[in-house]
C-alpha cells in the first residue's frame, strides 16, 4: 500500500499562486510516476501534470507555462508550483502515485480562485 498526503490547497485571487505538495509513504518501491489530476464539480477528473521517476514531465494544454510539477526524491514529495491562476483552476486537485500494477490516489485538496 501506499499513503499520500497532500496539502497546500486554498483560496486564492486571480493572478495568484499557491503550492501543492503530495508525500508518498508506504510500498513506494518500482515509482514510476506522480502526478496531479484535478475535478471540478459535474466534470470528470483531468491530468494536470505529471512527472516520472527519470524526471520526464507532461502538462495539461491549460496549465503550461503557468504550473510547474517538480519532486524531491529524498522526500518522495511531488509539488505543483501554480502561478497565474484563473477562475476556471478552481477544482478538488489529487495526487496520484504509480508504480508497476498499481495506481494510487490521496484524498483531494480543494483549490478555489477567485475573480
Known amino acids: 500500500q501506499v499513503q499520500l498526503v497532500e496539502s497546500g490547497g486554498g483560496l486564492v485571487q486571480a493572478g495568484g499562486s499557491l503550492r501543492l505538495s503530495c508525500a508518498a509513504s508506504g510500498s513506494i518501491f518500482s515509482f514510476s510516476s506522480m502526478g496531479w489530476y484535478r475535478q471540478a464539480p459535474g466534470k470528470q477528473r483531468d491530468m494536470v501534470a505529471e512527472i516520472t521517476s527519470s524526471d520526464t514531465t507532461a502538462y495539461a494544454d491549460s496549465v503550461k507555462g503557468r504550473f510547474t510539477v517538480s519532486r524531491d526524491s529524498a522526500k518522495n514529495t511531488v509539488y505543483l508550483q501554480m502561478n497565474s491562476l484563473k477562475p476556471e483552476d478552481t477544482a478538488v486537485y489529487y495526487c496520484?502515485?504509480?508504480?508497476?500494477?498499481?495506481?494510487?490516489w490521496g484524498q483531494g485538496t480543494q483549490v478555489t480562485v477567485s475573480s
Open positions: 496520484r502515485f504509480r508504480r508497476i500494477g498499481f495506481t494510487y
